[in-house]
DNA sequence: TCGAATGAGTTGTACTATACAACCAATACC
DNA sequence: GGTATTGGTTGTATAGTACAACTCATTCGA
């Protein structure tokens, strides 16, 4: 297989794509491991509305790609759980504002460290121009169309 | 933030996670868009059992770190479906090595083509260098301990 | 300016994906 | 030969998700 060989192309693809699914598989697995007490969804979510400082549920479900009914459930959960509050929006009556609550700052604060120590340890002998790059691939991937 | 800084890496650690995690999130969206016909872990579970040509219901569970017992319903999915066949392993009766069947290889081919093409696409303005090292990446971050 | 179309969000319902625990059967190891 | 281990199934419970039908607020067009 030569240089610019398309089955080149095509074994990179398939190794990009069969390798996003393995984690994509294990993903739930390592966060039952990592917060035990935060499904794993709603960290997301939590993360999510915590790094936009006021998004809406609707955003959630377009950057997750999720029925806005899904995202409605969980934002439901997490407030009851008192990690999220909504505000209404003053200019849109239909909208609700969400934000993270005292609580939820510091619950995320805290599996986020985990979290971060769990990848920066997977990623600990990684030279700091990879990590750079494989960051920006992952952004560029998912960033396409 | 210089280099050097262990900021940067934070920075990135950060990024690889977020964006792997929306990867994540927004997989089942997209195998349903790509393969309606066909469930997304279904898929998953079929094309490991054809690349890895007679594994084990077990070796399933390691390396996607499912439970036995979901990989046993799932394979006895893609057995009722016909796509997967279960042959005895004459050397230890306990273990079935499980074979795609030919409408198993064909179904996979389908969907396989469709996939490959989707991701292509996506792929589409990336140099060949590019996508090799995002492949070397995926497979070094999925392989790490 | 009113009625239709659109958009945000909720709720009913159903199904997939998953784990944990308890179990059975075959094998391996003293 | 008895005990521990391993591969797999089944019962049960829960998370995650979609789709459709609905409500309420907003916008837009004639």
New binding site residues.
Partial sequence: MTAGDPRARDTSVDTIQRELTAFA?RA??TA?RLHPEL????YTLLAHIDDQQGC???DLAGHY??????V?????ALEKLGLVERRPDPD?????VLHPTDAGTETLAATQGSRRAAVRDRLADWSEEDLNRFADYLLRYNSAH
Same sequence: chains 1, 2.
């Fill in positions: 598989r739930r697995a039952a499904p794993l969804v709603s809406r549920a609707t790609m999720l029925d806005k009914s899904t409605s459930r969980q934002i439901a849109d009556h239909r909208v609700q």
